[in-house]
């Protein structure tokens, strides 16, 4: 049996947590280096009070040295642990502090030859969607049905797209195909990325609510890479304007195919040059928050420009705290929540930075039902928290302005009535 017949299956064993992921697989892929951006809050996570919080300070690290990239974290943490407990990046006062030293980072790191880039909500490990937990109702993996998904759909719809088998000389021309199929939604073996930073961060930001959001880096040479590499620089079609408008490429996971080889209880990549990828986290810290304002509660020289100064200092060191709960499960969910507002702010700041620079998250969707489905995505469906009594009132109110019947039924075992609508009949 070739490699090829198995290749998803055997691969996909090592999805299996993200440790094993981390170990097995990305860090044998990615050469990477990982900055930590720690955040502590400074006030109460409320629109109206600024700055709500201050970048401590920034942490590298890696199996690999770059004494380039150290030297930089250096030089931004000396100008932090200098610039006092309330100031903002190289700005008094500063909101946008946050959004300033990414860009700036940015720009570093394109000097130094990173230029595709990708956003993540939250600090997972990168997995494309094919390797995902994903089961059918029979409990069959997707990645091991996936290749007949694939050739079914190219029969059903010849029009739309071609079935390209697995094979070496062919995976180009493969992950246009694949790359039609994600753009309809279905995972596949390709990862997004994309030449435009700020189109990473809409990644980021623009799509749920954020834990720990981490940006990334690529340093990747587009010919060589995609030639002896992982890249997929995909043709654009007109049927794929998404990638397109999102100045899109992929890493194509099928061709590991070239390198791989199974051994037991682990994977081995022959004659693969890991792809340089620095991970940009932005890290909320409770336990921080509270120190540094304890800090600067009990400290007597501080400084009167400092914004902490005039603060109600107790008040946010409770609130951090969260005082109302002690222990367990409910300081847990009350430090999430806690850690979770701050966020909330975070992200609302950042994409309201990006939409200065003209990045909005609807024009990543150019065409028509992409747009009308992530439209559709900004309205929820709330729970209906009225009371049966309220509901009955209401529905009686509505029947008897309509000349119409209403019904209230006994009560059920839960003591709740049940309501029957009867429906005027048309004249």
Known sequence: MLLRDKFYENLGTYYSSPEEIKNQLNSKIFNDFKIVINIIGIN????????????????????????????????????????????????????????????????????????YYRGQREDWET???????????EGNKYCNTFESLYLNISREF????????????????????LAILQHYGLPTSLLDISENPFIAMLFMLGFGKIKNPQLEFYR?????????GIISLVHKKITNKRIRAQKGAFINFDKLIKFINFKKN??????????????????????????????????????PEDDLSSKNLDGVIKFLEGESVKSGSDKNNQEEKISGDYYELIQRELLR???EYNYETNALFPDFSDYLIYKSKEFELKDNKKSNGAVLNELKKNSIQNNLPY?????????????????????
């Open 44 to 115: 109460q996570p409320q629109e109206d009070l600024t700055p709500i919080y201050k970048i401590q300070n920034l942490e590298l690290s890696s199996t690999n040295k770059n004494s380039k990239l150290q030297d930089e974290i250096d030089d931004i943490n000396k100008y932090l642990l200098s610039a006092g407990t309330g100031l903002g990046y190289k700005d008094e006062k500063n909101s946008w502090s946050l959004f300033y030293l990414i860009k700036e980072m940015i720009t570093s790191f394109q000097r130094q030859g990173y230029n």
């Open 127 to 137: 997995v494309p969607g094919i390797f995902r937990n994903l089961q059918n109702s």
């Open 158 to 177: 010849p029009d739309e797209v071609k079935y390209v088998p697995l094979n070496q000389e062919m995976l180009d021309i493969r992950a246009d195909e």
């Open 220 to 228: 990747i040479d587009s010919s060589n890479d995609s030639e002896n």
């Open 266 to 303: 682990e994977i081995e990549l022959e004659n693969y040059k890991p792809i340089d990828r620095i991970i940009l986290n932005i890290k909320f810290n409770i336990e921080a928050s509270i120190k540094s304002l304890k800090n600067q509660q009990s400290s007597n020289h501080t400084k």
């Open 353 to 355: 930075k990006l939409k």
């Open 407 to 427: 019904h209230k039924s006994k009560k059920n075992r839960k003591g709740k009535y049940r309501i029957t609508r009867f429906w005027r009949k048309s004249l």
